[in-house]
DNA sequence: GTCACTGCAAAAGGTTTGCAACGGA
DNA sequence: TCCGTTGCAAACCTTTTGCAGTGAC
């Protein structure tokens, strides 16, 4: 019941699929294929921690046809908006970006290197069945991010945080 | 056990008595009990929904004597660091705050007129023990946060979102 | 008297927007 | 051809910073 469904580790997505996926269903969605999303695509599929999106727009920028600012943007909105890429919360201003699919998913985030889980079912049925029926509000969603140090980082103890 | 432990409503909350709550644990870790601070505390306390720093700074400068730019935002750091206000994530590029206190709390947002419930109590805590075995992580933290609808908004059937 | 705090103004990000040109379907 | 998409540059908005002066303790 409290049992995360499923995990797993973004680290290592298989790039070559996630970038297939997400074109099919942005065609299917009469959006337009172009090259500068496609190559975004690609750069997104590579990161293992969350990236920002001048993060993203600075690494792009390696290529030889480098997006503009304003792509990079808009394409991350779109993205984020479809459910192929999730917003995850940091203590920064920026806003942290990772490659994922649609559904309902939650985070769990290094704070030492950044490395992102992501996993299926929080348990939170019941505390918002309690909730709903205490303050008559109609729950429409929640957002929830675990922080903590993955098996590697406590290994080598470091200390600097990400969160 | 994934019941709320408390839940109460932020909105009308006992304005004098967080202030003098906060005024008293500020000095009692040395910090300075300045004027600028006291008025800023008022306003904090008579906001029912979530504000931003900027909003704050507007709405202070109907004072006689009002706050720098940099004093806002510096004060909201410190009560935010010490408990005495939550962030709210919102979706926009802003930092809402609200007035709270320091513990484990989380807050039930409503979308439509931002009213925030705060709780204790989230009953995480298999789901965290569960994904701390399987992922060997080292659990720290979490962010909880829940959106819906207060029980005013669904009767007026009002459909802007705060979210 | 000391030093935390303040205000100002400028700078530093991060993100959005307008608009003309481009290019998939 | 049509219209979604792009790039550029400027604008915008939120937040941070440096520094000299102020005032709480």
């Given at each position: 019941m409290t049992n995360p469904d499923r995990v797993s580790k973004t680290v290592r997505m298989n790039l070559e699929a996630w970038v297939n996926t997400v074109c099919a269903a942005w065609q299917a969605?009469?959006?337009r294929l172009t090259g500068p999303r496609i190559r975004l695509l690609r750069h997104i599929a590579n990161y293992t921690t969350p990236f920002s999106a001048?993060?993203?727009?600075?690494d792009s920028h390696q290529d030889d046809m480098p997006p503009g600012r304003a792509t990079v943007y808009r394409t991350l909105e779109q993205l984020h908006s479809a459910g192929?890429?999730?917003r995850i919360h940091t203590t920064g201003t920026e806003t942290g970006y990772i490659a994922s699919w649609p559904g309902h998913l939650h985070h769990l985030v290094c704070t030492?290197?950044?490395s992102v889980i992501t996993f299926e079912g929080c348990g939170l049925g019941?505390?918002?069945t309690n909730l709903s029926y205490q303050t008559s509000f109609a729950i429409e969603g929640h957002l929830l991010q675990i922080y903590g140090r993955c098996a590697e980082c406590q290994e080598v103890g470091v200390s600097d945080s990400v969160r």
């Amino acid at each position: 019941m409290t049992n995360p469904d499923r995990v797993s580790k973004t680290v290592r997505m298989n790039l070559e699929a996630w970038v297939n996926t997400v074109c099919a269903a942005w065609q299917a969605t009469h959006h337009r294929l172009t090259g500068p999303r496609i190559r975004l695509l690609r750069h997104i599929a590579n990161y293992t921690t969350p990236f920002s999106a001048e993060q993203l727009y600075a690494d792009s920028h390696q290529d030889d046809m480098p997006p503009g600012r304003a792509t990079v943007y808009r394409t991350l909105e779109q993205l984020h908006s479809a459910g192929w890429v999730a917003r995850i919360h940091t203590t920064g201003t920026e806003t942290g970006y990772i490659a994922s699919w649609p559904g309902h998913l939650h985070h769990l985030v290094c704070t030492d290197c950044g490395s992102v889980i992501t996993f299926e079912g929080c348990g939170l049925g019941d505390l918002l069945t309690n909730l709903s029926y205490q303050t008559s509000f109609a729950i429409e969603g929640h957002l929830l991010q675990i922080y903590g140090r993955c098996a590697e980082c406590q290994e080598v103890g470091v200390s600097d945080s990400v969160r």
